[in-house]
C-alpha cells in the first residue's frame, strides 16, 4: 500500500522513500535510495538517482535528470529539461569524482538550464530559461545567460522587483510561508 501515485510507466525502485500525496508521472524512474518529499510531483521521463534528494512540494517537470549528490530542498521548481550534472572534470574512465549540488528553499530554475555541480542555488532564487550557471547563486537574484550573470531580483512570487548587481535593501528573505495555500 503507498499513499503517492505512480503512472503504470514509471518505475520506483524498491527502497525509493517517497510522500505522501506525491504524483509520479510516465516513465519517470526513481531509484533505490533516492529520497522524494511529499506533495511532489515528478513529471514525464524524469530519473532522480540513488543518492539524489527531492523536497516537499516541488515540481520536477519533464526530462529532467536529479544525479547523485543533487539537493533539492522543499518548494523547489525545476523546469523542463533542465540539466544537472555531478562530476566537474568527468572522464569515461579512471574513478568517479562526485561533487554536490545545492538547490536552496523556493528556488526555480527555468527551462533548458544547465546547473554545473559544486554550487549553490540560493532560497527564492531564480534562474533564467537557457542559462548555465556556473556559480553560486545570491537568495532571490535573478540570474540568467552562459556563463550566468546578474539579471535582477525576484521576490517570493518570481516578479523581479529590481534589475541592478546587489540585492535591494528593502527585498525581505524567505515568506514562502505566507503564499502557501
Ligand atoms: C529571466 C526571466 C524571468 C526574465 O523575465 P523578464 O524580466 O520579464 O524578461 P524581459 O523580456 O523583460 O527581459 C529583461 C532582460 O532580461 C533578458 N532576458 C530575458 N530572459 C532571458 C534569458 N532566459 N536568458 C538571458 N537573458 C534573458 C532580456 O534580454 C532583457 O535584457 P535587456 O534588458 O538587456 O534587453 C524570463 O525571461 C525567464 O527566462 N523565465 C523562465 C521561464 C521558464 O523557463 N519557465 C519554466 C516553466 S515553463
Redesign the pocket.
Same mark, same amino acid.
Given at each position: 500500500m503507498t499513499d503517492y501515485w505512480a503512472h503504470p510507466t514509471a518505475l520506483v525502485e524498491e527502497g525509493a522513500r517517497i510522500g505522501a500525496d506525491t504524483a509520479i508521472w510516465h516513465h519517470a524512474h526513481i531509484r533505490a535510495g533516492a529520497v522524494v518529499g511529499e506533495g511532489t510531483v515528478i513529471g514525464k521521463n524524469v530519473f532522480v538517482d540513488a543518492a539524489a534528494r527531492v523536497g516537499a512540494r516541488c515540481k520536477v517537470?519533464n526530462n529532467v535528470s536529479v544525479y547523485s549528490g543533487v539537493v533539492l530542498e522543499d518548494d523547489v521548481f525545476v $523546469?523542463?529539461s533542465a540539466v544537472f550534472t555531478n562530476d566537474r572534470f568527468p572522464r569515461a574512465f579512471g574513478p568517479w569524482q562526485r561533487v554536490d549540488t545545492l538547490v536552496r528553499r523556493g528556488a526555480s530554475i /527555468?527551462?533548458?538550464a544547465t546547473v554545473r555541480c559544486g554550487i549553490e542555488l540560493g532560497e527564492l532564487s @531564480?534562474v533564467?530559461? $537557457?542559462?548555465v550557471v556556473v556559480r553560486d547563486v545570491r537568495p532571490n537574484e @535573478?540570474v $540568467? /545567460?552562459n556563463p550566468a550573470r546578474t @539579471? $535582477?531580483w525576484v521576490d517570493v512570487r518570481g516578479e523581479?522587483v529590481d534589475?541592478g548587481p546587489e540585492r535591494p535593501p528593502d527585498l525581505p528573505f524567505g515568506g514562502i510561508e505566507e503564499v502557501l495555500p
Open positions: 517537470q $523546469g523542463p /527555468g527551462a533548458n @531564480l533564467a530559461a $537557457g542559462a @535573478l $540568467g /545567460g @539579471l $535582477g523581479v534589475r
